[in-house]
């Protein structure tokens, strides 16, 4: 997905929220917004709003000097959400297409996101989403394509999401390699968190290699890219990473919820839609 | 009142939204952007937000040629509030304290203002701010200062704002010298607002001489500062000429909607609350 315009006041607006969690020191939140505000003219709409991502999250690791602010808030979600595993796994169990229930489940972590600046109530939002209508529902074409499919490079999104991940990672029935960030960005799931997640006992975890909220293939490492273009199924989780993939040449099952108006309007949703699309 | 961080990421959105309002020349949109991106880096914490509003809408009339943006808006708005006076001049005769109610009206015009980007309905609004409990409410200053004064300096604030101004000056039956920008800024009530909304029916109309959306001392010309400092009664409304007076040593009658949530903490209100404030 190309940049729009709306994102440029967006970064603007994410770089302060990160900049309030990593300091309480004005002046470096001032410099970090001068030399984001600068930022803007040095970006090619071409590009995807996680490359962009990946500028601002360096700035403020830079001027703050703060590595990983979210680290604690990243931890409190993953407690959160590990407490809410058992009652998930039933949920699961006790439904008439468990599959189904865990992509659901999977897509409601998606909620568990400190890019986009909006409030959540992670137990609510499960249950709505359990209940929401999709607005894109590639379900045939998913379950067509697991059925065949040896193994499955799923790419991670948020940490706390990721304890959701493992949920549907139980129901695919199928070696999975979990694909996490190489080093923290915003509250995106890292080796850490997803040992912290539980993810090693269902999958092998491996890294992207980029620092970049989104995967963006020429931000990778050779690793992940030749995993990526000899996978025979991959899941991508989150608007981070379909931001980056929605135009690479390669069959992708994007699972999200389009939580802002310009990757729902890039989408053809609405805001806060659920979305199972096959690319 | 000083700029905030949060003024920072706003900053951008109102460009964004000028833009788009004078034209649909993306290019043009993004080169205004990166303009008012980079005007970051110049402003001053210590200045008044209205100071950088006066500098972002100066580079949206340079990059996008438009003059007026907002024109066909503004003709918009006051011919809806013309519409609604017979309507408005009722509640204030039917009403037990008129000189309040008036006040009430010319609050809840203040709702229609497109420099913070929130929907409205204007005759919701008036209905809702007629019965909402004041979060500041210097009523007894207003009026015993009131009745002393033998004449008032009205700071108008938008267009369409305007006719429920009229409906206030007809309550507080002195005479009243209204203030305009001297050039369109957003919706700013102009010269030629105010006569189309019929206020030179009520008061003498003098421009502050400053482009700014919001009264800041410094950019107004020699007329209005005479008159500023040898008033004896000051009215000002809305957000912007509160942003810009807050901190200026005389006694001034602020009436506004609190619209964005930097204005009701520098107030100590909440966002949407009414205020009648004596500086």
Do not use: W
Request: net charge negative; charged share 25%; aromatic share 8%.
């Amino acid at each position: 997905m190309k940049t729009y315009l709306d994102c440029l006041p967006c970064f603007m607006s994410q770089a302060l929220r990160a900049g309030r969690i990593a300091t309480t020191d004005e002046r470096k939140i001032k410099a970090l917004l001068d030399d984001v505000g600068c930022l803007t003219k040095e970006i090619p709409m071409e590009n995807t709003p996680p490359e962009t991502g990946d500028l601002i999250y360096q700035k403020v690791r830079e001027i703050t000097g703060i590595q990983d602010p979210f680290k604690q808030i990243k931890k409190q979600h993953i407690h959160e959400a590990l407490a809410l595993y058992p009652k998930l796994k039933q949920i699961v169990n006790d439904s008439s297409n468990k599959l189904l229930t865990a992509i659901r489940i999977a897509i409601a972590g998606n909620i568990i996101d400190l890019g986009v600046g909006k409030e959540f109530d992670i137990l609510e939002d499960v249950n709505r989403v359990l209940k929401q209508d999709f607005a894109i529902f590639d379900f045939e074409e998913f379950t067509a394509q697991l059925e065949k499919a040896e193994s499955i490079l799923y790419l991670g999104d948020n940490a706390g999401e990721s304890v959701f991940d493992k949920i549907l990672i139980e129901e695919l029935r199928k070696p999975v390699t979990y694909v996490v960030r190489e080093i923290p960005v915003i509250n995106d799931v890292t080796f850490e968190d997803a040992i912290r997640s539980g993810l090693d006992k269902v999958a092998e975890i491996v890294s992207s290699g980029s620092s970049a909220p989104g995967t963006i293939l020429k931000l990778c490492n050779d690793d992940f890219l030749y995993r990526f273009n000899h996978a025979d199924f991959i899941i991508s989780k989150g608007q981070g990473n379909y931001e980056g993939l929605s135009n690479v040449q390669r069959s992708v099952f994007f699972l999200l919820i389009a939580k802002c108006h310009v990757i729902a309007n890039d989408l053809k949703v609405r805001e806060n839609d659920i979305v199972l699309k096959a690319n």
